[in-house]
């Protein structure tokens, strides 16, 4: 299956080394570009697209807005924001407003290729130190954990799914939370599922968002 990428970038440039570097690949294809953000929206209304990458800071509309309404769109495409080291604020907003990830824009081809693939099959493309640190950053942005959960659906998880949220939150992987809580892997993928599911989320950034915006995990990473 060809994974069909939009490059979303004001830099001509920028999006033509991204260009090059995807067309190299058997199994994906650039299908269409914007260069800001009003224009990614009525690109991704006209053209089928799996994956975006999206610039932050453009003209027009920025990257998180458009972000926001294009994951807002029925069928909405995963998007991968592309950041830099001190633009951690934009990648937090572009996680809350629907972003599967984030990458820095000065990545290795091979680890940005990586990712649109991992963003492309459903997983989370922000690795989980890095999801530690800019929540544990920027968690006073966020209500304090003293107020009523804002997400009512909460009270839907089982106990053991609660506790795999948790761990979710506090940055561990997948083999990680298995080990801790002596579950094979599998079970814990089928977890993390239902969670997804009953949360109505897409995918575990907006888990790991969540779970610091209703106070369940709390700045440090403790639940």
């Given amino acids: 299956m060809t994974i069909r990428v939009m490059l979303v970038d004001d830099q001509v440039l920028l999006r033509t080394g991204f260009r090059m570097v995807l067309a190299a690949q058997p199994d994906m294809e650039v299908?269409?570009?914007a260069g800001d953000g009003v224009e990614a929206l009525q690109v991704v209304r006209a053209t089928p697209v799996d994956v975006?990458?999206?610039?932050?800071?453009?003209p027009k509309?920025?990257?998180?807005?458009?972000?926001?309404?294009?994951?807002?769109?029925?069928d909405?495409?995963?998007?991968l924001i592309l950041t830099t080291f001190d633009l951690d604020e934009y990648?937090?907003?572009?996680?809350?407003a629907g972003a599967s990830g984030f990458m820095l824009k000065d990545v290795p081809p091979g680890e940005l290729l990586a990712a649109i693939r991992s963003v492309h099959s459903g997983d989370a493309v922000v690795a989980p130190s890095t999801t530690r640190r800019l929540l544990d950053r920027f968690a006073?942005?966020?209500?304090?954990?003293?107020?009523?959960?804002?997400?009512?659906?909460?009270?839907?998880?089982?106990?053991?799914?609660?506790?795999?949220?948790?761990?979710?939150?506090?940055?561990?992987?997948?083999g990680?939370?298995?080990?801790?809580?002596?579950?094979?892997?599998?079970?814990?993928?089928?977890h993390v599922g239902r969670i997804l599911t009953k949360l109505g989320l897409r995918?575990?950034?907006?888990?790991?968002?969540?779970?610091?915006?209703t106070g369940l995990v709390r700045a440090g990473g403790h639940g």
């Fill in 31 to 33: 299908v269409a570009e």
């Fill in 52 to 58: 975006v990458l999206m610039d932050v800071r453009m």
């Fill in 61 to 74: 509309l920025d990257g998180v807005e458009a972000t926001r309404r294009i994951c807002a769109e029925p």
């Fill in 76 to 79: 909405a495409p995963k998007v």
């Fill in 91 to 96: 990648a937090f907003s572009g996680l809350k």
């Fill in 140 to 174: 006073p942005m966020l209500p304090s954990s003293g107020k009523e959960p804002q997400h009512k659906e909460l009270e839907r998880l089982t106990d053991r799914e609660r506790e795999v949220m948790v761990l979710v939150a506090q940055g561990l992987s997948n």
């Fill in 176 to 190: 990680e939370i298995a080990a801790r809580l002596v579950l094979s892997e599998a079970t814990v993928k089928t």
């Fill in 203 to 213: 995918d575990r950034v907006q888990v790991v968002v969540l779970a610091y915006e």
